[in-house]
């Protein structure tokens, strides 16, 4: 059976509108009610699609993700995880976006977070005269990093590293076993990997960068950064987006994840740990998990 995709490379994009007599944002709508079934919304049962073109030509899909058990603010909205997707295969740039339904506030914050997204073309497939309108229209007096960061500053999506490292000799190419009792999953390269996706996070607000990395049951790793918001709730915590890459990639059962670690920085104003370890144990219960500390190398 085929894995379900959220990615379709750029030349199958340009060929599925061209058979179709259409431009690749006029191909967006027709892909998004497809896309809807690909949504986990166990609670409500409302399954939301946001399908998007980036700067390559690529098209990006996003689905919203509930876990019963858990308060909603776990929850992943369809444009977060579109965004994480974007993120996680470095598309630096959202030019046109459809959505099933249209954007909560929680998600037109959260779009600010990239850069010229007023300028963004959305369109909402359920209106009755659906068609492309800038995010500004939906979004008219909007807060956002302008607001809070100096010019210069890399925003969501865009290439950065923090700079952040571990104290003492470890070896990232090294697959061994951590010592000192650590569970048996939970290896060097996981870790590093970790480690890695806490370099690459989005926490200018805070200061407070950090990265997960899961280990699913085939010996596959996920990596997921934490992705701050201007506005600080709708700020998406490092599990979910790892979670996403997980789910993008096509697993079926969070079961599958056999193992975690969470990397952030020591003294932190912002931790992760105790939701991360929360949320593991609902949707993973037998998942090893491990958190490390890191500081910055500046």
Same mark, same amino acid.
């Given at each position: 059976?085929?894995?379900?995709?959220?990615?379709?490379?750029?030349?199958?994009?340009?060929? $599925?509108?061209?058979?179709?007599?259409?431009?690749?944002?006029?191909?967006?709508? %027709?892909?998004?009610?497809?896309?809807?079934?690909?949504?986990?919304?166990?609670?409500?049962?409302?399954?939301?699609?946001?399908?998007?073109?980036?700067? !390559?030509?690529?098209?990006?899909?996003?689905?919203?993700?509930?876990?019963?058990?858990?308060?909603?603010?776990?929850?992943?909205?369809?444009?977060?995880?579109?965004?994480?997707?974007?993120?996680? =295969?470095?598309?630096?740039?959202?030019?046109?976006?459809?959505?099933?339904?249209?954007?909560? @506030?929680?998600?037109?914050?959260?779009?600010?977070?990239?850069?010229?997204?007023?300028?963004?073309?959305?369109?909402?497939? &359920?209106?009755?005269?659906?068609?492309?309108?800038?995010?500004?229209?939906?979004?008219?007096?909007?807060?956002? #990093?302008?607001?809070?960061?100096?010019?210069?500053?890399?925003?969501?999506?865009?290439?950065?590293?923090?700079?952040?490292?571990? %104290?003492?000799?470890?070896? #990232?190419? !090294?697959? =061994?076993?951590?010592?000192? @009792?650590?569970?048996? $999953?939970?290896?060097?390269?996981?870790?590093?990997?970790?480690?890695?996706?806490? =370099?690459?996070?989005?926490?200018?607000?805070?200061?407070?960068?950090?990265?997960?990395?899961?280990?699913? %049951?085939?010996?596959?790793?996920?990596? @997921?950064?934490? $992705?701050?918001?201007?506005?600080?709730?709708?700020?998406?915590?490092?599990?979910?987006?790892?979670?996403?890459?997980?789910?993008?990639? @096509?697993?079926? &059962?969070? &079961?599958?994840?056999?193992?975690?670690?969470?990397?952030?920085?020591?003294?932190?104003?912002?931790?992760?740990?105790?939701?991360?370890?929360?949320?593991?144990?609902?949707? %993973?219960?037998?998942?090893?998990?491990?958190?490390?500390?890191?500081?910055?190398?500046?």
């Amino acid at each position: 059976m085929d894995h379900p995709r959220f990615i379709i490379e750029a030349s199958e994009a340009e060929s $599925m509108a061209k058979s179709s007599g259409l431009t690749l944002p006029q191909l967006l709508p %027709s892909l998004v009610r497809s896309s809807q079934s690909l949504a986990r919304a166990p609670i409500s049962k409302f399954q939301v699609a946001a399908v998007a073109v980036g700067a !390559s030509g690529r098209i990006f899909i996003g689905v919203n993700l509930e876990f019963p058990g858990l308060p909603f603010h776990h929850t992943v909205h369809a444009e977060q995880f579109l965004l994480t997707n974007l993120a996680l =295969n470095a598309e630096t740039q959202l030019r046109w976006l459809a959505v099933s339904a249209a954007p909560c @506030g929680h998600c037109r914050q959260f779009l600010q977070e990239i850069r010229d997204a007023p300028n963004i073309e959305l369109l909402i497939t &359920d209106n009755d005269d659906p068609s492309f309108t800038p995010l500004s229209h939906f979004l008219t007096h909007p807060f956002g #990093p302008h607001d809070l960061l100096p010019k210069g500053v890399p925003l969501l999506l865009e290439p950065r590293h923090n700079n952040l490292t571990f %104290s003492g000799d470890y070896s #990232p190419c !090294s697959d =061994n076993v951590l010592s000192n @009792g650590d569970t048996p $999953m939970i290896s060097q390269k996981l870790k590093f990997a970790a480690l890695e996706a806490a =370099n690459a996070s989005h926490a200018p607000y805070s200061g407070c960068p950090s990265g997960v990395a899961l280990l699913d %049951s085939q010996g596959k790793i996920y990596r @997921g950064s934490y $992705m701050e918001s201007a506005a600080y709730n709708p700020s998406l915590g490092p599990l979910q987006t790892a979670l996403i890459a997980y789910v993008a990639a @096509g697993a079926a &059962d969070y &079961d599958g994840v056999v193992a975690a670690v969470l990397v952030e920085k020591d003294g932190a104003v912002v931790r992760q740990e105790t939701t991360a370890r929360l949320l593991l144990q609902e949707i %993973s219960p037998q998942c090893q998990f491990k958190a490390f500390l890191c500081t910055s190398a500046d």
